[in-house]
């Protein structure tokens, strides 16, 4: 069960309200590197994890912190569209000096014309000024993107992954603004992300690292084709061999092989199909194995 | 550019076509585990790639041998569908005692109705008996799938995590089915992913292991709110402290700090919005902080 | 900022796994009517609600709630999901029995095909035995359903219409099992889908009723184009009058006309486009209003 | 079965095209407020409502109306459209002159590089010029936005808060336009809203007002936990009551309880799992609840 | 402008209703290949057509009908539901029988686990036992299906494909079933699509035929690359010619060239992009061309 | 199997990095007109492909060709983004005057904030400056695109429709350009789909031109209602005529029958499903016929 402080985790203050950054902090929101998938993410894992509980019980900590960070999100994009034009016309000429005045960093102004055409129109039509559950380009956030395999391994490389192109998205939003307020929101989302790639690797660590290798540990390898099992096929067109580098040489991370190198060929044979059978809807030119004449 | 061989990477073979297996491999062709995914993913990593260029040859690679993958299990579904049930009505009868006799490995046998409720639908009234793009419930593959961040390691970690859950399918498959072909069409799947996951691994040491961490390395560190930055924060709403774990004691993996633990506490403020403006489209009642009497 | 209890807020048993009614909870996890979309709902019109601030206390509040009734479904969704077959070959013979006596509330049994053939597969094979934020048809929840207008009215009659088809939904749930402790969960999330249907009508009431009516009601009503405003306009081929009934007679609920109806008839212009332009990719054909001789 | 007339609903009418504009009018065609929503909504409603038949033939009176408000707005978007930039080099200057002179209702014009910018592309891409069925941000409209429950009462609550956010909508773009010709057009859409939002609370309570709550008012109510039916649940944090209203004191509007309000406990079981199966994908990791020394 | 007929425009029985036919049937409502899709293609690309207006004209007239498909369609879907089971348990009993009953054409009865595990649940669940504007697998319509791109031979050609698609979808269905009333039905549908195909070809040949190609007409031929324009290009691995047909020889269909054949080679660069920007988010290893040492 | 040449099929070269071009290119890489969906649809036609395997071999061999052309697509957008701007603030004034200077070819130059308003910000956040498979708008692409149905003649014309489509939009982008590096690589690509329409048009010759109609042709054309299957019928709403053309008169494309035309009138019965069962989760005013008094 779920409890809330009307409080924010962290400060969130916006002074240059700008709605072209409103639109980009929704990819933090609702993009696939977002807190709507980090948070169902640890969510799904945790109510769905089968093993020792202390694991669920840290996913749980860590996904019930994510909504918070949905809500300081959801806080400064609102913020962001104080004062955005929702005129095209003569009267937003006021609201355009005000607006002008707090994008110029720089000294240039952005017309009225350039915000709207900049602005997640959705902000302006659909929500009165506020956040929605989607990406910089409006895209709703799709939940096929909660990966939860049962795998506790696979789910903490699931986790780094997100953490890290998170990190890298909070970044980059860091360098677009200038805005003392979201820079120094933004540096807090930066060191959670930090922290939570770092708890997942320590994740992965104490549950055997390398012994947890290949995921799942759990398939009996004998049961797999282990000529193909360490080694790197090279397709390229001309037969020459593929790149070299720590993945065709040297012990495999799983201490369970040695890395090589081959160039491809076909093992297997032609997948002929055959003729079409009478009652599937095909043309009658399939029904046979000869082209017509 | 690409180039086709007739011929398939492995040999692929099925005793006892089943409906429903055919129906259960689609999540590994369409689903977000499957292999469209980790194809678009290594092209697109590929084609945007900045940096040493044999990263993107690995890349393009691999993305290359993937393709072979896709069309491999679209022959693997195919296969599973011939002498699939085209109709509900008695002239089905005869087609059913084949299905039948190949389901049995128990000796038990599904029906005509059990077949077609169980099949994906479109095997049968979209395709004429073949794969499509989608996952094991019919839903279609989302390219917003496809991670490719811009950043190497993140990159690397995004794909580990996509070899990890390929892997989890492919054994989930393999226990799945008893058929002698399709196990040993998925052995060879399930060493790929074995090498993919040792190879993504492999690539993050070289591009400097945990030197690379956090991701992105190259955002000055000084700039993130460092007191956040190793530090579990629990969320338990009796005050409790939260799980202990290698998260919350010794040094960091990234060698740059320690681990510790604390009870989260709102930093920041109470988010409130103030009145809704007058030309906003909300009610009347919002455009006051006060109540309606 | 949120916090979490280790406990759910109401008790969650189940006698009889049954993984076909999983797969029908399912929907009031990521269905439109389910609890991902009423939660992300009432998160994102209390953290953009602009007015009193009581309003959006409130909101957060039952968001909040609603966010720990996810989590009872993601639970009644796994313990239905005990023991669902993972094979379709004989040794699953044993877990067959197993299932058979637990689904045979009537004295009859599943197969293992039929289960296999009802389930999520997904279920199976992308999360080991566990929930997904996904629909009972596994089509992942889209978060273009979180209506938050930033019009408290409009939202409010959102949230009646959300719990509505909500209960609607739990009731058929209720109906499909016979699972005493599915059951008496299902009374729960039944009782409290009463209460929020309750809560936001109250909220209409206390934001004026009526008075709040057309919404929005800080629209300047002489704006529109009041012959159309309060008339029933049908549209039957044959010119016969409209259906009547409250909605073409009497005062009109908002107090501000009265119901009357008509046969509709075309106010408006033939629209025509006239010819491409020479430079936008039309066929030449398309350059004059003349066609072909 | 349906007809057609060539002529429109009402006059549309446009003297200074922007394909700024045309972009925002898409979300009355294509978004989740628009009229395809509707349209569908009222189609699928009537076609399959079981009950008295003047409900059905009222339901589709008025979708057969609204496919001609798509109509409508389908042709105000290529009137919005009509001399829109084509291109980005020095042959358009002559355009731009063009489209300057009819935006500059302020005296400022938007350079080509700004249409270019803000429109839909697709509106130039794939269209040539015309309506697309998407919103405002290209995102195509999804059918799940189609609520037709079987439930008269709950759909009845789900026309309502369609028609309260489309006239939301509707109201926005009047505002956001100084366009004589779409102001007048917007000023009958937004009266038929107003009748629509009338139209189906009248529907409301013709069927019975508050007897037909709690929705769907056909379920045994002695089957649900009625004591959670009236109690608002508090989940503040501190423990701080929960913010007091109509909700929370005085009779329910279905005049069968009092309202009260609680500070919210859990009165469940901390859900646990157990050790995942050996067959499941798991990590061997996860098959005891003892974790790792 | 639209208008509405109480009666279908065919008759539609169904003599046993059948749940897993109605979750077929819906392939043609909601599906790719079905008649939302084509109703909103029609519609679209009336109402955005620029040209001779009759073409207009006869594109609405048919759209109109297609509006007409759908209902008679959700009818349907309707009929087949009707007593469907509701519910897993052994009251479901008696309605068992009557569902055996209809659906033994070959003496088999489906049971009620095989018919709730094939059904869309949705139609339990969410509908009430009525059509969903979704496909068989239950995956909602998407409106990017619809094709309507200003150039009006790109979109006949559309218009055939959605046709030919569409009438082996029906097909399909014909063959599904053994209901006298159902087949009578879809025997309608096939001949409204035997035309359809035939009205596109048609206008195809009206507006030129081969004097159309290529596609759009209204490019000047000589900026394209002719080199490439009227060569087969083969992409076999080993070298060998590609396959042999009327493409590879004889006068091309547009009168303009010869089909010839080579086998492919790249003619362009290797395509390498560099080191990363410094302030791009990437890893520093990515910051210059050189790999880690 | 696939097999790869680190060389493009076509040399791409840009002189004046756009990234408003950009984003338009991305239509051409993950729209619906775009090489993805014609790629997976030529892909899935061959796996899937029932019939003389020659077509197999042609879908393939062209199949493959196209991955090439995504490739070429995403060097050209990545090509593109080069100098995109990554801040709103004053350190980019310096990129600033670099893209301004390359942006005008009119002289004109377009200010940093309308590049980032226009661009698609995930250009930006999510991949640092390189291609995504989306579209024009950031939509991603949806494999329920690719038509693969199982019949040779259907697939064919979706085939033709998609070139047409493609080629539409490569003239589109071919125009909104004035970069001689980005017009030399549209007019490859254009010439490309002039190839690909011809072939699939010679293809339809081949097997059989109008004898394969109407599709599926293995359909015995006598079980469909055949008084419906050549006549037009219109459906206006005051009973004119409908539009005469090659559709109304003459015989048709298939020579089975003639053209004629007709006004559409209902054939079929009133569609009434009459009171909603007590166990379905409807109103109990829904469960007699009788309204309420």
Same mark, same amino acid.
């Given at each position: 069960m779920f409890f809330h402080d009307k409080r924010l985790q962290y400060t969130v203050r916006c002074e240059k309200p700008n709605p072209l950054f409103a639109r980009a902090l929704q990819q933090a929101i609702g *993009?696939?590197?977002g807190e709507i998938r980090v948070c169902l993410q640890y969510l799904f894992q945790g109510w769905g994890f089968r093993g020792p509980a202390k694991y669920k019980d840290m996913l749980l900590n860590t996904a019930t912190e994510e909504i918070g960070h949905i809500e300081m999100l959801a806080y400064a994009v609102a913020l962001n569209l104080e004062?955005?034009?929702?005129?095209?016309?003569?009267?937003?000429a006021s609201a355009s000096s005000v607006v002008g005045a707090v994008l110029g960093g720089s000294g240039a102004t952005a017309s009225i014309e350039t915000l709207l055409a900049g602005m997640n129109q959705r902000h302006l039509l659909?929500? *009165?000024m506020a956040a929605t559950p989607?990406?910089?380009?409006g895209v709703p956030f799709n939940?096929?993107?909660?990966?939860?395999? *049962?795998?506790a391994a696979a789910d903490m490389y699931c986790n780094v992954a997100a953490e890290s192109t998170g990190r890298v998205l909070a970044c980059r939003l860091y360098h677009l603004t200038d805005d003392p307020g979201m820079k120094d929101f933004l540096s807090f989302l930066i060191a959670r992300d930090t922290m939570h790639q770092q708890q997942w690797l320590a994740c992965i660590e104490e549950m055997g690292g390398s012994a947890g290798l290949p995921i799942p540990n759990s398939f009996n390898q004998s049961n797999e084709a282990t000529d193909f099992s360490y080694v790197f096929i090279g397709t390229n067109h001309d037969g020459t061999p593929p790149p070299a580098g720590r993945w065709t040489q040297g012990p495999t991370l799983d201490g369970k092989g040695t890395f090589s190198a081959t160039v491809g060929v076909p093992h297997g044979q032609e997948p002929i199909l055959g003729p079409a059978r009478p009652d599937s809807g095909a043309q009658v030119e399939q029904m046979s194995a000869t082209p017509p004449a």
């Open positions: *993009g696939v590197e004062n955005a034009p929702t005129s095209m016309q003569e009267e937003a659909s929500t *009165g989607e990406n910089c380009n939940a096929s993107h909660v990966y939860a395999s *049962g795998n």
